[in-house]
């Protein structure tokens, strides 16, 4: 199982690719000095595997290394990410954590 994940900045959202076939998807909205991770969806075939939490893991990581903004977790899957990785909390918009 060949995993590839992507920043679609003009899309607004984040893909992970398994065997070149979409199996996850972050959507998300700039809010000014915040990101809101509005939505996640896995495609049946590859659920129950973790693959939404390591595309929220990607999608983190990568407005931390380059956006350097602060995250509002409106979808509640990335919410309880939040709440299993406390250790990224200071990542949270202040406002909403």
Not at 5 to 13: L, M, S, V, W
Not at 50 to 58: I, R, Y
Not at 85 to 96: G, I, K, W
């Amino acid at each position: 199982m060949e995993k590839q994940f992507a920043h679609e900045p003009d899309a607004h959202r984040f893909v992970l690719l398994v065997d070149g076939r979409i199996a996850s998807v972050l959507d998300y909205r700039v809010l000014g000095d915040a990101v809101s991770f509005h939505r996640t969806f896995t495609n049946p075939p590859y659920r129950g595997a973790g693959l939404a939490g390591e595309l929220v893991a990607f999608a983190v990581d990568d407005v931390e290394r380059t956006a350097k903004l602060k995250i509002v977790p409106s979808c509640w899957y990335v919410g309880e990410w939040f709440d299993r990785h406390p250790d990224r909390a200071h990542l949270l918009d202040p406002r909403v954590a």
